[in-house]
Nanobody
C-alpha cells in the first residue's frame, strides 16, 4: 500500500507563492496517477489538480487554472503542486492521493479516492 506524505504548507500573504510536495513510500509513483485536493473548514473536499501516469497529462480545477501547476519527479518519487497568486479562498488543508489508473478526463481526477496522505495546511492571509 502506497503511503503519501504532504509537505510545504504554511502561511503566505495573498498573491504569494508556495510549493507543496507529495512524497510516496511503499511503491514508486511511476505507476500511479496523483491528485491534489483541498478541504476548507465547513466545506467538502475539492479536487484541485491531477497528473496522470502513462502520459503525464495534467488537469486543474477551474478555480486554480493559470495559478497552480502540478508536476512529478519520478526519480524522487514526488509530485509537486506549485501555487502562484494565492488567494484567501485557497486556504485549506491540501491532500494528495494516488491511484493506479490513468486519468484522461477531469471527472476521473475529481473522483480519485484510493490513497490519501495526512494533509498540509495552507493559509493565505495578510
Amino acid at each position: 500500500q502506497v503511503q503519501l506524505v504532504e509537505s510545504g504548507g504554511g502561511l503566505v500573504q495573498p498573491g504569494g507563492s508556495l510549493r507543496l510536495s507529495c512524497t510516496a513510500s511503499g511503491h514508486t509513483l511511476e505507476y500511479y496517477s496523483i491528485g491534489w485536493s483541498r478541504q476548507a473548514p465547513g466545506k467538502k473536499r475539492e479536487a484541485v489538480s491531477c497528473v496522470s501516469f502513462t502520459d503525464g497529462s495534467t488537469y486543474y480545477a477551474d478555480s486554480v487554472k493559470g495559478r497552480f501547476a502540478i508536476s512529478r519527479d519520478d526519480a524522487k518519487n514526488t509530485v509537486y503542486l506549485q501555487m502562484y497568486d494565492l488567494k484567501s479562498e485557497d486556504t485549506a488543508v491540501y491532500y494528495c492521493a494516488a491511484a493506479p489508473v490513468p486519468i484522461t478526463i477531469w471527472d476521473t481526477c475529481a473522483s480519485m479516492n484510493d490513497y490519501w496522505g495526512q494533509g498540509t495546511q495552507v493559509t493565505v492571509s495578510s
